[in-house]
């Protein structure tokens, strides 16, 4: 038995790893990396293995960085199972047909340009139909059921917190009457998030596998971070003017939508009109409205009392472009969330072209902005931003609101692995290398754990 580490080894995208049992080829993750153009043309690159002699594939959830690279994967001859759990299944449904077609129009445009210089034409990474057509190999699981995929190989997924459908991933592998347990911690979410519920605890394994990518901060309360949220909504209620939030579609936006209705009264929500502005961002509310089963208590409370933790009295869903524009006419009182959450494409640049400039306007950054971005330019304090061409001035006030994310952060890691009483020998990946050693010294020095960093193409015998 082994494992091969081929993505997200001493960097945070690209998840890919590469486990052999029983002379059977696993792949667990298969995911694109993110960045910058530099980074991201890797992901034209050919796998380092021969996708048609994989005979299954394991998701841990529906993020681009864990699940994007699968329709090139099925274009390159894997036929096999891709198993993840059910709510992944719906998720990944929008997400690699909406990264399809954004593959589709980088092409196009990059194709314009060859067109003009004589230069041959690029092909799409992969097309809408190819997404479409990866789609029929996924196979939907629950948590907490056990499943035997290949011969010695049964798997368990349990709920990693982290968006609707995240999972950790139990492998109980057996080859020549031996037996060893390895978990895959996927992406662990943030304790006490809203909706979701924390990551599960797992009591044994041989290898743990773990992300680490806060291994060297710690996030700020909760509590302070829905204090400042309010705060920030009546300023901008007494300045009379717009608040635009910048999101990402799957978690963040559900997470603004249940605490708007947990504090619609204290935050005065009744006298704002509330736009969710995303196509795509609607139908995730509506996967994670149907995935109720999963959630914490608290929302699953709210949600029996209320029917749907998303449905706000005042909560208008804006699907067509059409529509979209209208709210630009609104110079006052409206809540706008719209993607992407970088501010890098989609309709969220729109909506700071009509209110940026404005002195009673207010930007809320409520997720992780990558250098080199839109987003990462306002919340470094930029005074004019560049939009179609045009020259536009920042007057709007920004809020950059921490506490907000998704992910453990280095306290959540460590309770998590704590909860191993035999403490395995840990390897870390899917973190920066500063992260990673930040938290192999805590893993040493307090559990006394057997850590090791990832490393590209590194194979461990398990």
């Known amino acids: 038995m082994n494992i091969e580490f081929l993505g ?37 690159d050919p796998f380092p293995f ?13 993020h681009l960085d864990h699940s994007g690279r699968l329709p090139m994967l099925i274009k390159e001859g894997f036929h096999g199972d891709i198993f993840t759990h059910h709510a992944t299944v719906d998720l990944c449904k929008i997400m690699l047909l909406d ?20 230069l041959d034409l ?3 990474i992969y097309t809408k139909k190819q997404a479409e057509t990866t789609l029929q190999y996924f196979n939907g699981l629950s948590y907490d059921e056990e499943f035997e995929i290949t011969d010695g190989v049964k798997i368990t997924l349990r709920d990693a917190g982290h968006i609707i459908g995240s999972a950790i991933i139990e492998l109980n592998l057996t080859e020549d009457n031996i037996h060893k347990k390895v978990v895959f911690s996927g992406d662990l979410g943030h304790n006490s998030a809203p909706i979701l519920r924390d990551p599960f605890k797992v009591k044994s394994a041989d290898l743990v596998i773990m992300e680490s990518t806060y291994g060297d901060r710690l996030h700020r309360s909760w509590h302070e971070t829905w204090q400042e949220v309010g705060d920030i909504i009546a300023h901008a209620k007494s300045n009379k003017g717009n608040i635009i939030i910048p999101a990402f579609t799957v978690g963040r936006t559900q997470e603004l939508l249940y605490e708007f209705k947990r504090h619609f009264a204290q935050w005065q929500l009744d006298d704002w009109q509330i736009f969710l502005d995303s196509p795509m961002g609607i139908k995730a509310t509506n996967i994670y409205a149907k995935y109720y089963d999963v959630f ?29 524009m209208k709210i630009n006419q609104i110079s006052s009182g409206a809540i706008i969330i719209a993607g992407s959450g970088m501010c890098t494409g989609g309709r969220i640049k729109h909506h700071f072209k009509h209110n940026i400039w404005k002195t009673n306007a207010h930007i809320l950054i409520v997720g992780f902005q990558a250098k080199g971005t839109l987003g990462r330019a306002l919340v470094d304090g930029a005074k004019y931003i560049h939009l179609w061409g045009e020259k536009i001035q920042v007057k709007a006030h920004i809020h950059t609101v921490g506490g907000f994310s998704a992910h453990a952060d280095q306290q959540g890691l ?25 938290l192999s010294q805590k893993l040493r020095h307090q559990y006394k ?9 590194q194979n461990i015998t398990i």
């Open 414 to 438: 460590l309770d998590w692995y704590q909860h191993f009483a035999n403490k395995p020998k840990v390897v870390l990946v899917h973190g920066e290398p500063e992260a990673m050693d930040v």
């Open 296 to 324: 914490d208590s608290k929302a699953k409370h709210l949600n029996d009392n209320q029917n749907n933790i998303f449905n706000l009295s005042n909560l208008h869903m804006s699907e067509s472009t059409e529509y979209s």
């Open 449 to 457: 754990a057997n850590v090791t960093q990832a490393h590209y193409k």
């Open 99 to 118: 990264s399809a077609y954004i593959h589709e129009k980088e092409a196009q445009w990059e194709n314009k340009k060859r067109q003009r210089k004589g």
């Open 50 to 62: 021969i996708a048609s002699e994989l005979d299954a594939v394991i998701i841990s959830h529906a």
């Open 122 to 124: 690029l092909e799409p």
């Open 8 to 44: 997200a080894a001493q960097e945070v995208t690209g998840s890919c790893y590469l486990l052999q049992v029983n002379n059977k080829n696993i792949l667990i993750e298969c995911g694109m990396l993110q960045g910058g153009h530099d980074h991201e043309r890797h992901n034209n």
